[in-house]
């Protein structure tokens, strides 16, 4: 009886310290067992719907089911733990690491930390600045530049026959890329068109909340406001939460046009109702191209260093509900 009561205790101490293995392989990568690809990825945050439709097409793609262990971190926005991430996935040993930056500068220190470990780098979203483009594999995103020229262009068109305009820049999170490009865009038709007037220019760091905070102040300053050029659809949403409390109208024959970005599904549901007169997409669908990316360097292939999404831009005079149909996020 002794006997058998100590074999029974014996196998399930067996079972319990196999349970637990099993448990910490699903929580640390570098015991990784099960052949799948280790993707570390550290996101900005979730400062707006932009941001919720990249980190789940981040999650949806690589998941077990197609072949991944995702190591998902949320930096909050705060560059130091963007750079403790990164340090952990090295320590983890992942074979990919994957970040959208919180800034443009102070990476190189981490990234030389990552090529000594042999792990390839891609960014995704914004870029970065470094001394040493070797330091990463390559970059997936959006062309900001380009996305405030194309908006900028609409806005030359729609105020050709006016003398002069005033403009409100409600700017998103200084230094990302995203900002710097989109700003760019407008300083430039600000430049070349001697009428054009930034009344007012400050962050509302691409957050509904600060946005509405922006607005509210702008609106007390100043009677003529002409143009909302507003980096993004969150801080436009907050802006026109200001706008219908203090009863100043907007939009398609309101006294401000405005011009957002992003494109998210709500923006454009906006712009359908006339409340954003052009909004420029960005597309936040990631997931699919930088497993492209991993793809080719499985195969031993060399992927293109900048890989510039395709992207449009929506008018509320010719925007339908098949394109709003038609979106993804």
């Known amino acids: 009886m002794k006997k058998r009561v100590w074999i029974l205790l014996c196998l399930l101490f067996m079972m319990l310290a196999s349970c637990t293995q099993g448990s910490n392989d699903s929580r640390n990568p570098s015991e990784n067992t099960e052949g799948l690809i280790v993707v570390g990825f550290s996101q900005v945050g979730a400062e707006s719907d932009w941001r919720h439709a990249n980190s789940k097409s981040m999650r949806d793609t690589f998941s077990e089911e197609n072949g991944y262990r995702l190591v998902f971190r949320d930096a909050q926005q705060k560059l130091e733990n963007q750079i403790a991430a990164i340090r952990e996935f090295i320590e983890l040993k992942v074979d990919y690491i994957v970040f959208a930056p919180v800034s443009e500068e102070g990476w190189d220190d981490v990234l030389r930390e990552a090529k000594a470990a042999g792990i390839p780098v891609i960014i995704v979203d914004r870029m970065i600045q470094t001394s040493d483009d070797n330091l990463f594999t390559c970059w997936v995103g959006s062309d900001f530049r380009k996305e405030g020229d194309v908006a900028v262009a609409w806005m030359e068109n729609a105020f050709e026959a006016r003398s002069s305009i005033n403009i409100v820049h409600l700017q998103g999170s200084m230094g990302s890329s995203a900002q710097i490009g989109r700003t760019e865009g407008l300083q430039a038709g600000v430049d070349r068109n001697s009428g054009w007037e930034i009344i007012y220019r400050d962050s509302g760091d691409f957050t509904q909340v600060k946005g509405k905070e922006v607005m509210e102040y702008v609106l007390k300053q100043y009677t003529r406001i002409d143009v909302l050029y507003c980096e993004n659809d969150n801080m436009a949403y907050g802006a026109m939460e200001a706008m219908d409390m203090a009863a100043r109208t907007y939009g398609v024959n ?51 260093k900048l890989a510039y999404v395709e992207e449009m831009s929506f008018d509320a005079a010719t925007i339908t509900q098949e394109d709003i149909d038609a979106r993804a996020y």
């Open 254 to 304: 309101g006294e401000v046009t405005i011009l957002s970005f992003d494109a998210t599904r709500t923006g454009l549901e906006a712009t359908l109702q006339g409340k954003i007169n052009y909004n420029v997409e960005c597309n936040p669908l990631h997931g699919p191209r930088v497993e492209a990316v991993i793809l080719q360097l499985e195969k031993g292939e060399v992927p293109d």
